[in-house]
């Protein structure tokens, strides 16, 4: 996996060559790094957490949800609910690719699925609620209709 470029969408080209099972709307690699183990050489459960969050941000400005530059006129976008598996434990310098889309919403919110894989095996999951609110924060915000055309067209969500 040594020729990914890392923290750059990959192509359907580079997903397969990193063997993920399936091409995603938005994968990243990187490689695991000596602060991100615990006291016995595996990856630590926290940062996991990190790289999925690393990969949510990149997804939200993917779809141009949120460039995170205006906060007074962009969602606010909350994690609502998250669930993670860890499937297989990691070490220091291994290369993996994080992947991420949605699966399905409903008008204020969506539930996303990401993965991290590296040698072609799953290692960890999550799933998670995403909730948009106003920007002030005074109550929750529909999802544009742009980002729903995005959810069918490219993620695959089945219409409503």
Known sequence: MTDLPYLTPLSAEQ?????????????HADRVRFSELDPLNHVNNVAYLVWFEIARVAY??????????????????VVRRGELDWLKE???DEEYVVTSKTIDYRNTSFTM???VWSGGTRRAAFQGVI??????????M???????AHFHDVDGVPER
């Open 142 to 148: 529909p999802i544009p209709d742009e980002i729903r």
């Open 131 to 140: 909730v948009l609110l106003k920007p002030d924060g005074s109550g929750r």
């Open 113 to 115: 699925l990401q993965e």
């Open 60 to 77: 939200f400005k993917h779809i141009d949800l949120s460039r995170y530059d205006d906060a007074s006129q962009e969602p606010r976008i």
């Open 15 to 27: 997903q397969r060559a990193a063997g993920l099972s399936e091409v995603w709307p938005l994968a």
């Open 90 to 92: 990691m070490h220091a």
